[in-house]
């Protein structure tokens, strides 16, 4: 056997490796899954905002905690530091500089962070199991986003956070206004996660 014929063949079995090794997911499939999993989790996120005023009217009773409130007052800015309720990681539009893995990691923890504080809550309030499993199922669908993705694993929240609120609930105006904040708070973060869902299921993503 010549040299010649000894490269063909290598080059032959090295090119049989390659397309052995090389992902089966076709381009089309894997941005069809993603805005499968993305159109799911927009309607959960969808019913969390609905749902939302019903868990605010059956837990609140302190006058002046409401919802339709045009922003915290100096007193509720006081209590977010008091009761040590930390923020939610900041959703961006999609864009080169913030990529879609920084949004499924962003709204993984976020939702894991009110799911916690949500189970805190509910060991001194009624009215809040319908949310929190809602937030299971949309943590659940936010895996599949990222499997579809192709993204790596996401980084889980510290529980050390729900702990500290809990710590922290001396009586029950500290327990309404931890509810009424961590509430308002999510509704403002389900309101962010909307946008960019719409924008992942219109597609196309691109590079993103």
């Known amino acids: 056997m010549n040299t010649l014929t000894v490269v063909a063949l290598l080059h032959y079995f090295l090119f049989a490796v390659l397309v052995q090794s090389a992902p089966t997911r076709s381009a089309s499939e894997s941005p069809a899954a ?5 159109e799911r989790a927009k309607t959960l996120v969808e019913k969390i905002l609905k749902d ?15 919802l ?23 959703i961006k ?7 879609l893995d920084m949004y499924v ?6 939702s894991q962070l009110y ?15 319908n949310l929190r499993s809602e937030l299971r199922d949309l943590l659940t669908q936010i895996s599949k986003m990222r499997e579809a993705a ?14 500290d609120l809990a710590s922290r609930l001396h009586g029950n105006y500290e327990v ?33």
Not at 115 to 129: A, C, K, P, Y
Not at 182 to 208: M, N, Q, Y
């Open 34 to 38: 993603l805005r499968e999993a993305a």
């Open 52 to 66: 939302i005023p019903t868990a605010h009217a059956s837990t609140i009773t302190t006058e002046g905690l409401t």
């Open 68 to 90: 339709h409130a045009s922003g915290q007052t100096a007193n509720l800015q006081m209590m977010v530091k008091t009761l040590g309720i930390p923020d939610a990681p900041v």
């Open 93 to 99: 539009p999609l864009s080169e500089r913030f990529t």
């Open 105 to 110: 990691s962003r709204m993984s923890a976020g």
């Open 115 to 129: 799911q916690g504080l949500l189970g805190v809550l509910s060991d001194r309030l009624s009215g809040l199991s």
């Open 150 to 163: 192709q993204l790596g694993a996401s980084s889980d929240v510290d529980q050390n956070q729900s702990l």
């Open 176 to 208: 309404e206004v931890a509810a009424h904040l961590t509430l308002s708070r999510l509704r403002s973060f389900c309101h962010d996660l909307i946008r960019s869902l719409r924008a992942i299921v219109a597609g196309p993503l691109g590079g993103l």
